[in-house]
């Protein structure tokens, strides 16, 4: 009986060696076999990165570029406008909304509660500036609007359920 379990082991133990050893040899030509084809796969990755890429970097500046990173120096003189705003969940209390055309114009902007995005936008909706209202803190936008006209302020900052409501304009024009 001994004997029997003994040599049924040594049978299956071979069996199992000879199963190690063939996926051992297999995997290995299988490498082989795989190895152009990694590489194809890997160029055809740089290629698309590149094709990507000279795709996406023009396409990235060309958006880039109208953003209002510092509002464009428009011949401006006179005396230095000066608007408060304060911003509340969910309005914008402003001390004025109305400003000269090609008069500098300081925009005071803060918050008495949580923090606010005042953007500006011009009479065909592109937005020209924009300031972080935060509550403590007062950061001030030099603008001078060149074009005369009804330039509209939305919140930039999602403040809570009416957010959306946060509108209000300033009128650019002979007062
Ligand atoms: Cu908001």
Same mark, same amino acid.
């Given at each position: 009986m001994q004997e029997t379990a003994w040599q049924v082991s040594l049978v299956l133990m071979l069996m199992i060696t000879f199963g190690v050893v063939f996926v051992a040899i297999n995997?290995?030509?299988?490498?082989?076999? +795989?190895?152009?084809?990694?590489?194809r796969a890997y160029s055809f990755r740089t290629k698309l990165f590149w094709a990507v890429a000279f /795709?996406?970097?023009?396409?990235?500046? +060309? $958006?880039?570029?109208?953003?209002? +990173?510092?509002?464009?120096?428009?011949?401006?003189?006179?005396?230095?406008? /000066?608007? $408060? /705003?304060?911003?509340?969940?969910? +309005?914008?209390?402003?001390d004025r909304d109305q400003v000269e055309p090609n008069q500098p114009v300081d925009i005071r902007v803060t918050s008495a509660d949580v923090n606010h995005g005042f953007g500006i936008y011009d009479p065909d909706l592109r937005l020209i500036a924009q300031a972080q209202a935060m509550p403590g803190y007062t950061n001030v936008i030099h603008i001078t609007f060149p074009k005369e006209g009804t330039y509209r302020v939305l919140c930039m900052e999602y403040c809570g359920v009416a957010h959306h409501n946060m509108m209000t304009e300033i009128k650019v024009g002979k007062s």
């Amino acid at each position: 009986m001994q004997e029997t379990a003994w040599q049924v082991s040594l049978v299956l133990m071979l069996m199992i060696t000879f199963g190690v050893v063939f996926v051992a040899i297999n995997s290995g030509k299988r490498e082989e076999e +795989y190895g152009p084809l990694v590489k194809r796969a890997y160029s055809f990755r740089t290629k698309l990165f590149w094709a990507v890429a000279f /795709v996406f970097f023009p396409a990235m500046i +060309y $958006n880039l570029m109208s953003l209002p +990173y510092s509002p464009k120096a428009a011949a401006s003189s006179g005396p230095t406008q /000066v608007i $408060n /705003v304060t911003g509340h969940m969910w +309005y914008w209390e402003m001390d004025r909304d109305q400003v000269e055309p090609n008069q500098p114009v300081d925009i005071r902007v803060t918050s008495a509660d949580v923090n606010h995005g005042f953007g500006i936008y011009d009479p065909d909706l592109r937005l020209i500036a924009q300031a972080q209202a935060m509550p403590g803190y007062t950061n001030v936008i030099h603008i001078t609007f060149p074009k005369e006209g009804t330039y509209r302020v939305l919140c930039m900052e999602y403040c809570g359920v009416a957010h959306h409501n946060m509108m209000t304009e300033i009128k650019v024009g002979k007062s």
